[in-house]
């Protein structure tokens, strides 16, 4: 058993019972982003939320338990992602990462946007010329220190 496998197990019971990630998520009492993060193997759960998600997926005490452990983030299987969605994030850094950092330090200083104080929200946004997806991503700023 590992951490792996539970994830295989959620993904195909989800499949398996056409469930959602937002209804996923009103279960575990968080956001569709983080859930689905970490049924992702992403994330670290608390008991509870490990329970909740038990419940859903006919997870054992043991599988339960995987879900607590914290993870070794960052699951793509190779640099430069081969799958076209997550390639376009890809794309997105490469051709607009340095605008990006400019405009942070500009706005705030020599310091970086966190990836763990952080939230994420995805919606879908209709257009007349075919939806667009809206994605919010809120960082807090730390500063670099001085020593």
Request: charged fraction near 25%; aromatic fraction near 10%; charge should be positive.
């Amino acid at each position: 058993m590992n951490r792996l496998a539970v994830t295989e197990k959620i993904i195909s019971t989800k499949v398996a019972k056409s469930m959602s990630w937002a209804a996923i998520a009103k279960k575990v009492g968080q956001s569709k982003e983080w859930t689905t993060a970490l049924c992702l193997g992403q994330m670290t759960a608390t008991p509870e939320q490990a329970k909740a998600l038990g419940k859903l997926f006919a997870l054992t005490a043991e599988e339960q338990k995987w879900l607590q452990v914290v993870p070794y983030k960052g699951s793509l299987p190779t640099q430069v992602p081969t799958d076209p969605l997550i390639y376009r994030w890809y794309e997105i850094v490469s051709v607009y990462g340095t605008t990006i950092k400019e405009l942070i330090h500009e706005e705030f200083g020599d310091g970086i946007m966190s990836a763990i104080d952080f939230s994420m929200d995805i919606v879908r946004e209709p257009d007349p010329k075919g939806d667009r997806v809206n994605v919010v991503l809120s960082g807090k700023f730390l500063p670099y220190k001085q020593y």
